[in-house]
């Protein structure tokens, strides 16, 4: 393998954990520098589409809108297998979310196991994310215990 499918695999990695450290964070609008202008985003929760979204600043105001109630988060990602073509790439990444958010004044919290299928753009030497599905495959809600 080349220093450069290397460097660049290293790459999409760090723009992958700096999505989820920005969510953490509660800090949307620096997510928005990680995708295309013109990305593509859809949510499923389960089979259902939740969130079909163009744009980056559809993306902006349904991130916003979507954690305007969650207190605190925990994204731990997991395995990410990427295939590069040359200053494109397509890419499967796992993610575990904990968001707590209040209901009826007790903490509540979301257990989610989510599957990111991506597509990545480099432009100007920095990769993006051009269109992003992501499968919250399992979600575990309970409240929270002291």
Partial sequence: MSLEI???KSELKELVDTFSNLAD??????????????????VY???NLLFDIS?????E???TSFTANVKRSFHMN??????????TATGIAYCQV???????GKEVITDSSIRYDDEYVRQNGTWLIKTR?????????RTLQS
């Avoid at 997991?78 to 200053?87: E, P, R």
């Avoid at 904990?98 to 009826?104: A, G, I, N, Q, Y």
């Fill in 6 to 8: 290397l460097q660049a």
């Fill in 25 to 42: 964070e509660k800090n949307i609008s620096g997510q928005m520098p990680l995708f295309t202008p013109d990305t593509k985003v859809q």
């Fill in 45 to 47: 929760m389960g089979d």
């Fill in 55 to 59: 744009g980056t600043k559809q993306l």
């Fill in 61 to 63: 105001e349904v991130f």
């Fill in 78 to 87: 997991g395995q990410q297998v990427v295939k590069l073509d040359g200053d």
């Fill in 98 to 104: 904990k968001l707590v958010s209040e209901e009826d």
């Fill in 133 to 141: 599905i992501s499968h919250f495959s399992i979600n575990d809600k």
